[in-house]
């Protein structure tokens, strides 16, 4: 379980920064490129915490 939520996480944080990427070489449009980021923040945002909890002693 903690892997999938490091591979969803880091897919989520790769969708915050390619497109940007991708605009800039005009590639994608930008309203493209508000829904791609939207996408990466709600999945980062929602996954990341649970495996970077820190642990109890």
Do not use: C, D, R
């Not at 969708?15 to 309203?31: D, M, R, W």
């Amino acid at each position: 379980m903690n892997l999938i939520l490091k591979i969803v996480s880091f897919i989520g944080l790769a969708l915050t920064v390619v497109p940007s990427y991708l605009v800039f070489k005009n590639v994608i449009e930008f309203q493209v490129h508000t829904l791609l980021m939207f996408i990466g923040m709600i999945l980062w945002f929602t996954t990341a915490p649970f495996w970077m909890k820190e642990k109890k002693l």
